[in-house]
């Protein structure tokens, strides 16, 4: 999107090249008027001679004002359209830098997931942790952790999509060997619910991915932030330093219920609309 019209845009290139031009002959009139000056006082009543030259000046005059006054516009509407979008942007920032992500009601949970915990309930059963809303402090070394099965999970599975595995669109499962993003993620969670960590801190969560695609990753919910395991990269980061938008995740009330995380969902425009699809 275009903030502003850039220096290199079309019609300042025009003016540059046209305008540029016109100042140049403007210039040369103004020179010439000089020269009509030097021949014409030998020949030219004063009188005459005089007001010819004054006409010329306010009429070279008018002319580089009408410029002058058209740069000043333009220059004055680059200002204050780059201010402006640096204002925006300056607010989208701190909006969006919050350590942690935003709720913004209950979403209708992914038809894999439902099925993986119909399969495997034992790994969306509620745990007395998960009803507390503190965060899990999360030390230095449970930090490492992330990074540390991060990296290893994503070196221990190949990436496979459902349809090359099981012969269908979506299915969830904890993987062995091979697997697509969501199978990461679960495999992922299980390893630091083993090391300790409260399933209440870790969610799996829903995206779009840079190029606008279904994307899962896993949140570890902290006070020190919310954090992204993901598949695509080694490196463990804060939410909001991913190049993603956020659609859903797993409520740390209770695995089962996901939450949204993307308020145009939430509107009531696309309530109606899951409404009409029931």
């Known amino acids: 999107m275009r903030c502003g019209v850039p220096f290199d845009d079309p019609q300042l290139v025009q003016w540059n090249g046209a305008d540029r031009s016109q100042a140049a002959g403007q210039h040369d009139f103004v020179a010439n008027a000089r020269k009509v000056k030097g021949k014409r006082a030998v020949t030219a009543p004063g009188v005459v001679q005089a007001f010819a030259e004054r006409v010329a000046s306010l009429w070279v005059g008018l002319r580089g004002m009408r410029v002058k006054a058209l740069v000043l516009i333009v220059v004055s509407g680059l200002l204050h359209a780059g201010s402006a979008a640096a204002d925006n942007s300056r607010i989208r920032a701190a909006e969006h830098a919050s350590l942690y992500m935003r709720v913004f009601g209950q979403a209708i949970p992914p038809f894999g997931f439902v099925q993986f915990c119909q399969a495997y309930p034992q790994e969306c059963r509620p745990t007395p942790t998960s009803g507390r809303e503190q965060r899990f402090n999360a030390t230095p070394e449970r930090l490492s952790e992330l990074d540390e099965v991060n ?32 199978d990461y993620a679960l495999l992922k969670r299980k390893i630091l619910i083993e090391r300790g960590w409260p399933s209440s801190a870790l969610l799996m969560t829903v995206v779009r991915d840079e190029l606008g695609e279904g994307h899962a990753v896993l949140t570890a919910r902290t006070l020190q932030g919310d954090f992204i395991l993901d598949n695509k990269v080694d490196e463990v980061m804060l939410w909001y330093m991913k190049p993603y938008e956020y659609i859903m995740r797993q409520s740390f009330l209770d695995p089962n219920v996901w939450v949204s995380l993307n308020p145009q969902a939430y509107s009531p425009a696309a309530i109606a609309v899951v409404r009409n699809r029931q």
């Open 151 to 182: 990296r290893y999970v994503n070196r221990l599975i190949r990436p496979a999509t459902d349809q090359e595995l099981f012969g269908v669109t979506e299915r969830w499962v904890i993987p062995t060997d091979k697997g697509d993003c969501e």
